[in-house]
């Protein structure tokens, strides 16, 4: 009986002992993800978020990794000369004690060879990895593509 309850005892403590990432969850805040439908015929979208560190350090997002898409690549939008072009990132980093909104026009997540048509209803599952080891999984759900003009009329 003594044998029991010390074995049950190292047990307890060991998954007390247990590491935990729950401290990870605290340092980002992520809302409003979604992938953007795609067009037919399309092979490639985007996803957007709203990334909020709550450190008093700035947080770099390295890579996302899904699935979904044989490429994925952190992208953003750049004035070149006066003609705006889409240029991967090595990283996307997020201030000290700010948000960081991925959106069309901007930093995004570019999808490339997406292996099926993504359609407004479905979810795609993303792990997002930063500095340092942090990862955050995440699925966002597939939105359609909303025209200037509708979005002005709101």
Do not use: W
């Not at 990132?89 to 570019?110: C, D, F, R, W």
């Amino acid at each position: 009986m003594k044998t029991l309850i010390s074995s049950a005892l190292l047990l307890s403590s060991l998954f007390i002992a247990a590491p935990s990432f729950a401290c990870d969850d605290h340092k980002l805040e992520i809302s409003g993800s979604y992938v953007r439908e795609m067009p037919p015929a399309s092979k490639n979208t985007a996803a957007y978020m709203q990334l909020k560190n709550t450190t008093d350090k700035p947080l770099k997002l390295l890579e996302v990794q899904s699935d979904i898409a044989k490429k994925i690549e952190l992208h953003n939008i750049v004035n070149v000369d006066g003609v705006l072009k889409m240029q991967p990132q090595p990283y996307i980093e997020i201030a000290a004690n700010n948000s960081l909104t991925l959106k069309p026009g901007s930093y995004h997540v570019m999808m490339m060879g997406v292996k099926r048509q993504l359609k407004q209803g479905e979810e795609v599952k993303m792990t997002l990895k930063f500095e340092g080891g942090m990862t955050r999984e995440l699925t966002a759900p597939v939105q359609p593509i909303v025209p200037k003009s509708a979005k002005a009329e709101n």
